[in-house]
């Protein structure tokens, strides 16, 4: 299965500024994913982002709040923008290879 | 819309003892089922997947699941739970749209005790 590191593991912020996430993986992959996990809950989609197209979001999701970037196969950024202490999560990005890998996921608090 | 349920927040079972974890399913199409687990501070890891075929699917460290079709199931087992098996367990389900992304069930904490 494919290796994946995100970077940061994890921060600190303050409201109203800006993260952005790295997510890089150890082969080409066509689909990378992006997840949010809130404290204590389960896993939501952000949104599905493949190379040389626009990333697809889901309901709920815009990307004036997380714009997401996939320049080549093995690397895409998500960005959490104007943050507000609601943003405080774990933010893990997937790749697919029929069966989905995870990352360690970014562990965000927002002050 | 896909869907998955899993109706028990937590588990408590002895060392030693068998496990389940529950999980049920809605699909529209033919089901592709995963179970994830998630250690503290850790990711998601894979342990097993149904796709098609045999019913009893085997996974990492022990654990198999059974899909069971008529009653739309997929819950996990271990024949003999270990104290190192404590950990955050997510049921899923693949879109059937095509683009497969992945549904997750609300989890459920597996508390496995001396």
């Known amino acids: 299965s494919a290796v994946i590191s995100q970077k940061p593991s994890r921060d600190i912020c303050q409201r109203g500024t800006s993260l952005t996430i790295q997510c890089q993986v150890d082969?080409?992959?066509?689909?990378m994913f992006w997840y949010r996990q809130q404290p204590g809950q389960s896993l939501t989609l952000i949104a599905t982002?493949?190379?040389?197209?626009?990333?697809?979001?889901e309901s709920g999701f815009v990307i004036d709040k997380f714009p997401i970037s996939r320049p080549n196969l093995t690397f895409s950024t998500l960005t959490v923008s104007n943050m507000s202490p609601e943003d405080s999560s774990i933010y893990l990005c997937?790749?697919?290879?029929?069966?989905?890998?995870f990352g360690p996921g970014t562990r965000l608090l927002v002050l | 819309a896909q869907s998955v349920a899993q109706p028990e927040d937590q588990v408590n079972v002895a060392e030693g003892n068998p496990l389940t974890v529950k999980c049920t399913y809605s699909?529209?199409?033919?089901?592709?089922l995963f179970w994830y687990v998630q250690y503290p501070n850790r990711g998601l890891q894979f342990l097993l997947k149904?796709?098609?075929?045999?019913?009893l699917v085997k996974g990492s460290y022990g654990f198999e699941a059974e899909f069971n079709k008529s009653q739309t199931s997929f819950h996990l087992k271990k024949p003999s739970a270990l104290v190192s098996d404590s950990a955050l367990y997510f049921c899923?389900?693949?879109?059937?749209?095509?683009?497969?992304?992945?549904?997750f069930g609300t989890g459920t904490r597996l508390l496995v005790s001396p």
């Open positions: 899923a389900v693949r879109d059937d749209t095509g683009f497969q992304k992945l549904v």
């Open positions: 082969s080409q992959v066509t689909m």
């Open positions: 699909v529209s199409g033919n089901p592709y």
């Open positions: 982002a493949n190379q040389g197209s626009e990333a697809t979001y």
């Open positions: 997937s790749v697919s290879e029929g069966t989905q890998y």
């Open positions: 149904y796709i098609t075929g045999d019913n």
